[in-house]
């Protein structure tokens, strides 16, 4: 254990924390030197955003004390915390989003003159300042609810720094970033530190780590296991002081062997909300033990598609056939019956119920089916052995959460409930979208290894994901969809990372790319 | 004809008004995220204690005062159950009705010899030209209740804090996201408490409004569904003061037509004409209801460390 002294911007000793029986956090220590970009490694429900939530002040921990600068601080509220300098960016966002992105970054801590009026000017120009510091780049008239999830990140780092934040704690920041994203806040965080700030990262995505943090603090079920400095370590050494086991990045399949086809897309158009085409004559097929990963660039018409084939948007002409059935603008519940499951992107919004419990979560389809419901009554214990068998067998914790609100499991939790309601199901077509967003890579290899293991029962699934490398380390097919339609099809193997990004940009296969 | 339109907009006003401080009560509270149907109990108190202090001291004014006290104690148990105990908020307000109507006409029976009614005030709240006599016809015409110029002025100051002020900002916050003004250190319970208990202090002036400037007394059907009229204008008028200002006008216009095409040997009889202000209300809020935007956090507990 190190000394306190001047030299770090935090340090953290003793912090212990339960909710109710549950001890989320044992006696945790984090020490964070100055200037440097420090990153939080943990498995999902390991108590990291907990810890962070503390030392912001949202929580009060159970016993602990919290150093800042080598001082001894007691952080009793986010008001004292962000008065000490502190600084943090939720995984959740905390933005009204009717606001404008101005109105956001001044709430709280507004410029006023007589009468409590607000006046804008100085903390525009205080704003302007640091975004031209920081190449923070937004327009601060828009609203909020306008912006893309990267600017919004951006309102919320602006927020913290107009506060005057020297400590910026971020929360699994790039979990909802596009890669190109994820350079910029990559970019961003190394202007900060060059500036003298301290920054510390929430990701599970080693890589990053690896790429812009100089030390990292481990924590395994609410124990401080480690701090290493990234540069001694690799992604692998990390991954097995996270999960204390060997774990493969990389997963086995076994060879590729398909079936006959069961699901086609034929010249598919659909509408975005706006009116607008997004879908532009799309084609695709898909066959028995196949998985075909669908690559892409956000904001080509994914979303849209997907809602088509879950019936969940209209389709204006084309065909969608699973099995030889038509199934477009039918309905979500036919689609479920025809054997098509879908894991989505965002699953507090398609998922889960956030305020029903994990048992109810977990039969949230099959609650009209036998045995989980007799002649109008559910049955509770079928609902509990089903639940139970779901938390085993996908290792969701706490073990005993079935009657705990979902809400209060770890984000990543309530990913592997929805993987493994979904799966149960036994779908002859699975759609997942994102479906290790937000994972530890504990359980993405879990999730990895489910799928593949779907695939080997000969069920068809449909893979798309904004990373590139899971859909390249997945699939047996690779789709690049650009601009509505496919861009491009490969076989496994047959492309590499540039090929595809290439066609991702929207480039054509015979045009030599040099 | 000018007279009689004159008379129809003299009563729109006059019958708006106690709608006006209500609903802008409706609109702060509701705001601020902490839905207050217990406005009509919060009214009913108002305007039995404005009567009677009234009554007792001979002063209107420091009977309207008292009355937007007993509205804010009555907001304060309001706020309590539901920013503190984080009951139900639709709970906590019908149990706000109930007490405010039955508090009134029980304390009303203790200090009036056992009637529900109280004895009239020996003085109303003034008109605005009242300082003039009933000299000039024309200005008896126009002659409004003092509270009809309170209420606008209610309104305006409402919308300036609301818009234009820190206050106002982090009002609006709350009822959207309360994590949010809690993440950068502002308190939500303290808020939420203030704009409740503001919310009965300007419902009981509401009530007070009826019992000391329509009529001189406070009687059982004094506050008969004013309350939750001007929750059905806070809707209308898509949570904004100027909106609910208009919405509250136009349920006035309502009230004001009872009146004008009540008098004489009508078709209609007076009971279904009765009627009127509430299936205009409650065509209303068919019609309007599900469209507008309702502040997204209104009506749920904010819950310190929920997620
Ligand atoms: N308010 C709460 N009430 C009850 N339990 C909670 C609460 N907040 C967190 N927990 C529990 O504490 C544990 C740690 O949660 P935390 O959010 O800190 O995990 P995490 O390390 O950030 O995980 P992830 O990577 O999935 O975000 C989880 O098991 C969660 O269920
Ligand atoms: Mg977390």
Same mark, same amino acid.
């Given at each position: 254990?190190?000394?306190?002294?001047?030299?770090?911007?935090?340090?953290?000793?003793?912090?212990?924390?339960?909710?109710?029986?549950?001890?989320?956090?044992?006696?945790?220590?984090?020490?964070?030197?100055?200037?440097?970009?420090?990153?939080?490694?943990?498995?999902?429900?390991?108590?990291?955003?907990?810890?962070?939530?503390?030392?912001?002040?949202?929580?009060?921990?159970?016993?602990?004390?919290?150093?800042?600068?080598?001082?001894?601080?007691?952080?009793?509220?986010?008001?004292?915390?962000?008065?000490?300098?502190?600084?943090?960016?939720?995984?959740?966002?905390?933005?009204?989003?009717?606001?404008?992105?101005?109105?956001?970054?001044?709430?709280?801590?507004?410029?006023?003159?007589?009468?409590?009026?607000?006046?804008?000017?100085?903390?525009?120009?205080?704003?302007?300042?640091?975004?031209?510091?920081?190449?923070?780049?937004?327009?601060?008239?828009?609203? &909020?609810?306008?912006?893309?999830?990267?600017?919004?990140?951006?309102?919320?780092?602006?927020?913290?720094?107009?506060?005057?934040?020297?400590?910026?704690?971020?929360?699994?920041?790039?979990?909802?970033?596009?890669?190109?994203?994820?350079?910029?806040?990559?970019?961003?965080?190394?202007?900060?530190?060059?500036?003298?700030?301290?920054?510390?990262? /929430?990701?599970?995505?080693?890589?990053?780590?690896?790429?812009?943090?100089?030390?990292?603090?481990?924590?395994?079920?609410?124990?401080?296991?480690?701090?290493?400095?990234?540069?001694?370590?690799?992604?692998?050494?990390?991954?097995?002081?996270?999960?204390?086991?060997?774990?493969?990045?990389?997963?086995?399949?076994?060879?590729?062997?398909?079936?006959?086809?069961?699901?086609?897309?034929?010249?598919?158009?659909?509408?975005?909300?706006?009116?607008?085409?997004?879908?532009?004559?799309?084609?695709?097929?898909?066959?028995?033990?196949?998985?075909?990963?669908?690559?892409?660039?956000?904001?080509?018409?994914?979303?849209?598609?997907?809602?088509?084939?879950?019936?969940?948007?209209? &389709?204006?002409?084309?065909?969608?056939?699973?099995?030889?059935?038509?199934?477009?603008?039918?309905?979500?519940?036919?689609?479920?019956?025809?054997?098509?499951?879908?894991?989505?992107?965002?699953?507090?919004?398609?998922?889960?119920?956030?305020?029903?419990?994990?048992?109810?979560?977990?039969?949230?389809?099959?609650?009209?089916?036998?045995?989980?419901?007799?002649?109008?009554?559910?049955?509770?214990?079928?609902?509990?052995?089903?639940?139970?068998?779901?938390?085993?067998?996908?290792?969701?914790?706490?073990?005993?959460?079935?009657?705990?609100?979902?809400?209060?499991?770890?984000?990543?939790?309530?990913?592997?409930?929805?993987?493994?309601?979904? /799966?149960?199901?036994?779908?002859?077509?699975?759609?997942?979208?994102?479906?290790?967003?937000?994972?530890?890579?504990?359980?993405?290899?879990?999730?990895?290894?489910?799928? /593949?293991?779907?695939?080997?029962?000969?069920?068809?699934?449909?893979?798309?994901?904004?990373?590139?490398?899971?859909?390249?380390?997945?699939?047996?097919?690779?789709?690049?969809?650009?601009?509505?339609?496919?861009?491009?099809?490969?076989?496994?193997?047959?492309?590499?990372?540039?090929?595809?990004?290439?066609?991702?940009?929207?480039?054509?296969?015979?045009?030599?790319?040099? | 004809?000018?007279?009689?339109?004159?008379?129809?907009?003299?009563?729109?006003?006059?019958?708006?008004?106690?709608?006006?401080?209500?609903?802008?009560?409706?609109?702060?509270?509701?705001?601020?995220?902490?839905?207050?149907?217990?406005?009509?109990?919060?009214?009913?108190?108002?305007?039995?204690?404005?009567?009677?202090?009234?009554?007792?001291?001979?002063?209107?004014?420091?009977?309207?005062?008292?009355?937007?006290?007993?509205?804010?104690?009555?907001?304060?148990?309001?706020?309590?159950?539901?920013?503190?105990?984080?009951?139900?908020?639709?709970?906590?307000?019908?149990?706000?009705?109930?007490?405010?109507?039955?508090?009134?006409?029980?304390?009303?029976?203790?200090?009036?010899?056992?009637?529900?009614?109280?004895?009239?005030?020996?003085?109303?709240?003034?008109?605005?030209?009242?300082?003039?006599?009933?000299?000039?016809?024309?200005?008896?015409?126009?002659?409004?209740?003092?509270?009809?110029?309170?209420?606008?002025?209610?309104?305006?100051?409402?919308?300036?804090?609301?818009?234009?002020?820190?206050?106002?900002?982090?009002?609006?916050?709350?009822?959207?996201?309360?994590?949010?003004?809690?993440?950068?250190?502002?308190?939500?319970?303290?808020?939420?408490?203030?704009?409740?208990?503001?919310?009965?202090?300007?419902?009981?002036?509401?009530?007070?409004?009826?019992?000391?400037?329509?009529?001189?007394?406070?009687?059982?059907?004094?506050?008969?569904?004013?309350?939750?009229?001007?929750?059905?204008?806070?809707?209308?008028?898509?949570?904004?003061?100027?909106?609910?200002?208009?919405?509250?006008?136009?349920?006035?216009?309502?009230?004001?037509?009872?009146?004008?095409?009540?008098?004489?040997?009508?078709?209609?009889?007076?009971?279904?004409?009765?009627?009127?202000?509430?299936?205009?209300?409650?065509?209303?809020?068919?019609?309007?209801?599900?469209?507008?935007?309702?502040?997204?956090?209104?009506?749920?507990?904010?819950?310190?460390?929920?997620?």
């Amino acid at each position: 254990m190190v000394e306190i002294s001047k030299k770090y911007a935090v340090q953290m000793r003793g912090i212990t924390k339960s909710f109710g029986t549950f001890k989320v956090l044992d006696d945790v220590e984090l020490d964070v030197k100055k200037g440097t970009i420090h990153a939080i490694l943990g498995e999902n429900g390991a108590g990291k955003s907990t810890l962070m939530n503390i030392l912001y002040g949202l929580y009060s921990s159970d016993s602990g004390e919290i150093y800042l600068n080598g001082k001894l601080q007691f952080l009793k509220n986010t008001a004292v915390a962000i008065k000490s300098g502190i600084g943090m960016v939720h995984q959740h966002f905390m933005l009204v989003d009717k606001f404008t992105v101005i109105q956001n970054i001044v709430l709280g801590n507004e410029t006023t003159g007589r009468f409590g009026i607000i006046k804008t000017r100085e903390s525009r120009e205080k704003v302007k300042e640091i975004i031209d510091r920081y190449g923070l780049n937004v327009d601060l008239n828009r609203k &909020v609810r306008d912006l893309s999830v990267g600017q919004q990140q951006r309102v919320e780092i602006l927020k913290a720094l107009y506060r005057g934040a020297d400590l910026l704690i971020l929360d699994e920041p790039t979990a909802v970033l596009t890669p190109m994203e994820i350079e910029d806040l990559i970019r961003i965080m190394g202007s900060l530190v060059a500036d003298g700030k301290t920054i510390i990262i /929430i990701t599970h995505k080693l890589k990053e780590i690896k790429k812009s943090a100089q030390e990292c603090t481990i924590i395994r079920r609410g124990k401080f296991i480690d701090r290493v400095k990234v540069e001694d370590e690799t992604e692998k050494t990390l991954a097995k002081k996270m999960v204390g086991r060997e774990i493969k990045l990389k997963v086995d399949k076994t060879p590729f062997n398909p079936g006959e086809e069961v699901f086609s897309i034929k010249n598919l158009h659909v509408r975005c909300c706006r009116g607008i085409e997004t879908v532009k004559g799309l084609s695709l097929s898909i066959r028995r033990g196949e998985i075909l990963g669908l690559a892409g660039i956000e904001g080509n018409g994914q979303k849209e598609l997907i809602e088509a084939l879950l019936c969940a948007r209209h &389709v204006d002409s084309g065909e969608i056939r699973i099995n030889g059935e038509e199934i477009q603008n039918t309905s979500p519940g036919n689609v479920l019956k025809c054997g098509v499951s879908a894991i989505h992107a965002d699953r507090h919004k398609y998922g889960i119920v956030l305020d029903f419990s994990v048992a109810e979560n977990a039969i949230l389809e099959k609650y009209r089916d036998k045995p989980y419901c007799e002649r109008g009554f559910l049955n509770y214990k079928e609902r509990d052995k089903f639940t139970n068998k779901l938390i085993s067998e996908y290792d969701i914790r706490p073990k005993d959460c079935k009657d705990l609100l979902i809400r209060e499991l770890s984000g990543g939790n309530q990913q592997k409930l929805v993987i493994g309601r979904e /799966i149960a199901n036994e779908p002859e077509l699975l759609i997942a979208v994102q479906p290790t967003r937000g994972l530890d890579v504990g359980a993405i290899e879990y999730v990895h290894k489910t799928l /593949i293991n779907l695939r080997d029962k000969n069920k068809a699934i449909l893979l798309i994901s904004l990373e590139l490398d899971e859909i390249m380390d997945l699939s047996d097919t690779i789709a690049v969809m650009y601009d509505g339609a496919i861009n491009g099809v490969f076989k496994s193997g047959e492309a590499d990372e540039n090929d595809i990004g290439f066609l991702m940009a929207g480039g054509q296969e015979n045009e030599q790319c040099c | 004809m000018l007279n009689s339109i004159l008379f129809a907009i003299t009563i729109t006003l006059m019958y708006s008004a106690p709608l006006v401080f209500a609903a802008l009560g409706g609109v702060i509270s509701e705001k601020s995220g902490v839905t207050n149907i217990g406005i009509e109990g919060m009214m009913s108190i108002g305007a039995f204690v404005g009567a009677s202090v009234g009554y007792y001291t001979g002063n209107a004014w420091s009977g309207l005062i008292c009355a937007g006290l007993s509205g804010g104690v009555l907001a304060l148990l309001h706020a309590i159950a539901s920013v503190t105990f984080q009951a139900d908020q639709t709970v906590s307000g019908i149990a706000i009705n109930l007490i405010g109507s039955g508090l009134s006409m029980f304390l009303s029976r203790l200090f009036f010899n056992g009637a529900t009614t109280t004895l009239p005030v020996p003085q109303k709240l003034p008109k605005i030209f009242g300082f003039l006599g009933e000299k000039y016809d024309f200005i008896n015409c126009i002659n409004l209740d003092i509270t009809v110029l309170l209420s606008l002025l209610a309104v305006m100051f409402t919308w300036f804090v609301m818009y234009k002020t820190k206050w106002g900002l982090r009002i609006r916050a709350l009822g959207e996201h309360p994590a949010a003004v809690d993440s950068v250190g502002v308190s939500v319970y303290r808020a939420r408490y203030i704009c409740v208990i503001l919310s009965g202090i300007l419902a009981g002036i509401g009530g007070a409004s009826v019992t000391l400037a329509i009529i001189s007394q406070f009687t059982p059907t004094a506050i008969s569904g004013q309350g939750f009229i001007a929750l059905a204008a806070v809707i209308f008028g898509k949570w904004k003061p100027m909106g609910a200002y208009c919405a509250c006008l136009f349920f006035g216009f309502a009230q004001a037509l009872v009146i004008m095409l009540g008098g004489g040997n009508n078709a209609i009889p007076t009971d279904i004409l009765a009627m009127l202000p509430y299936v205009m209300t409650i065509i209303v809020l068919m019609l309007f209801v599900g469209r507008s935007s309702a502040p997204k956090a209104a009506g749920k507990p904010y819950k310190k460390g929920s997620r």
